[in-house]
């Protein structure tokens, strides 16, 4: 493997960016809006899999559909000004930068919101896509040839695993460093601090290797 080609691709919600003030937002916004009620503290403590997972614990199947697009379109006003970035993320970006290899986002949020996320924060990935939930993500990661794959929840590992890219789990989402592990994360950080140093030992080793 040489440096050049090093592809790293990055999880968006818990692993970036902290999203639950945002999502909490709008998910208070739809409420008063539809008149409907969402436990929206509730509903932070479980983000990654795709919004209708979570829309149909408060709503009739056949409004989900109709739902989901009224959040991804309030989504812009309330969400991204109210969410900061998670600590160590835009130097996780940069330290892969800095080794010469390029950075994907792999998120199964809606690809649009994901992107006006990461302008706002200033994190700048080389490529962006959406809507891909757990496997679904091997799609993208094979697509690119990611290499490694970052991310905080079990749906994360299996997407990694599916696209045999070594998988690098951060604790700070809705699954414990052990859950992940069992879950076979070949990596558990605390948090994406942690990144770049482990980054540097790995291509240490991957060098050492070649």
């Known amino acids: 493997m040489s440096d050049m080609t090093l592809t790293v691709g990055f ?76 600590a160590g993320a835009q130097e996780a970006i940069e330290a892969v930068r800095a080794a010469g290899g390029r950075t994907m986002v792999v998120t199964a949020k809606y690809e649009p919101n994901a992107k006006l996320h990461l302008a706002h924060l200033g994190i700048e990935p080389d490529v962006v896509v959406g809507d891909l939930w757990a496997e679904q993500k091997a799609q993208a990661l094979r697509e690119y040839g990611a290499a490694v794959y970052v991310g905080d929840h079990l749906g994360d590992v299996r997407g990694a695993r599916t696209a045999d890219a070594l998988s690098v789990a951060v604790a700070t989402g809705p699954c414990s460093a052990d859950e992940l592990r069992a879950a076979g994360a070949d990596v558990v950080l605390d948090d994406l601090s942690a990144f770049p140093g482990w980054l540097d030992g790995y291509r240490s080793a991957a060098a050492a290797r070649a």
């Open 11 to 86: 999880d968006l919600d818990m692993t970036l960016i902290d999203s639950r003030p945002g999502i909490r937002a709008c998910y208070l916004a739809l409420a008063e809006r539809t008149g409907t009620y969402i436990d929206a503290d509730l509903a932070v403590t479980r983000l990654g899999p795709p919004l209708a997972e979570e829309l149909i614990n408060w709503f009739p199947a056949e409004q989900v559909p109709a739902t989901a697009d009224l959040y991804r379109e309030m989504y812009p006003s309330i969400a991204i000004a109210a969410t900061p970035a998670m």
